[in-house]
């Protein structure tokens, strides 16, 4: 069966388009878009190395898994890729990374990469969330433990990734509370 879609991706307006309705969304990106930073890792939503940030029409964002989720759930949703962190001049060319992959850059979070892309993704989610809802400083470790629980590595950097999300929360102004 096929159906017609509409979303926005980084910012940039995508469809309509007909898509067969079993198209995982990180098949689309990959196949169709030619977004390949985000990573396909197990294939069943364990591993979340394909995470992606939906920007609800409230203001916040969540984390969803693109392996198992078929690209007709994005239909009429803003998504944020790892592509859309950074950002680029009139030509197309990177200027300044984000806050979260500056930081995991100075702390050297990752190995080979594989995992990066969810990690940014839950990490800027975890951001967003804790402007609006600042956590106090004794909380930072569960909360972070909370958000990225779930991420796999196979390289085993999570104690870098780690580091890093606790550097990036105490240094960036609002996001604890006394």
Not at 88 to 97: T, Y
Request: charged share 25%; proline share 2%.
């Amino acid at each position: 069966m096929m159906s017609t879609i509409a979303l926005s991706i980084n910012n940039k307006a995508i469809g309509p388009i007909e898509t067969s309705d079993d198209i995982m969304m990180i098949e689309f990106l990959h196949e169709h878009l030619n977004m390949t930073g985000t990573k396909f890792g197990c294939g069943v939503g364990v591993c979340h190395a394909c995470t992606v940030i939906v920007d609800n029409e409230d203001g916040s964002s969540e984390s969803v898994r693109t392996c198992i989720n078929g690209v007709s759930r994005f239909n009429g949703k803003k998504i944020r890729t790892i592509e859309g962190h950074a950002k680029e001049n009139e030509f197309g060319e990177i200027i300044k990374l984000s806050p979260v992959q500056e930081t995991f850059i100075e702390n050297f979070s990752f190995q080979c990469g594989w995992c990066t892309s969810g990690f940014v993704n839950e990490t800027t989610v975890l951001v967003e969330r804790l402007k609006l809802m600042p956590i106090r400083v004794s909380e930072i470790e569960t909360v972070i433990e909370k958000a990225l629980g779930d991420h796999v590595c196979r390289c085993t950097g999570y104690v870098k990734y780690y580091k890093a999300v606790k550097e990036l929360i105490l240094s960036t102004e609002g996001l604890t509370r006394s």
